[in-house]
């Protein structure tokens, strides 16, 4: 399920990109057609989880139950704030707050079992959440 999300926020990309070239005056125009900055082609890990059940969870600010399966394959389950989705090369990743570990925590899609949105709204702002992450991480915000 995920490569075709994936395809599909590309496809979506592609569209916008053209709209965007459409109006562009024929200078910039051709500053963009030209670009050096490249982006190829990668095989996607697949994964059951419906990545608008994480977007939904994400825009609501909903705490959710999660079943995950570490790298050593040892399952845990976690209550986490999800507040954001990362996609690199292969892998999807949830940036979220996880209240086992009382620290910002990285989940990969493919290695989440169970991903269960509880109902319940988590006690931060989205955007703090995102803030303090970035801060902790080193990453500017894109305002800066």
Known sequence: MLK?????????AHNALAKVSAVLPADLRGQLETSSLLVGPSEVISSTIDLSLIRQ??????KV????TDLK???STR???PFALAYFDHVCV???WCEVRQAFRH???DRITVFSPTGVSYPKNRQVLL?????????SSPQT
């Not at 075709?4 to 496809?11: A, D, G, Q």
């Not at 970035?134 to 990453?139: D, F």
């Open 4 to 12: 075709e999300e994936i395809e599909s926020l590309v496809n979506a």
């Open 57 to 62: 969870s994400i825009r609501s600010q909903c």
């Open 65 to 68: 139950h999660i079943s995950y």
């Open 73 to 75: 394959d040892v399952e």
């Open 79 to 81: 209550i986490i704030w």
């Open 94 to 96: 949830v940036a979220a």
């Open 107 to 109: 989940f990969r899609l």
């Open 131 to 139: 803030k303090e992450w970035r801060k902790i991480e080193g990453i």
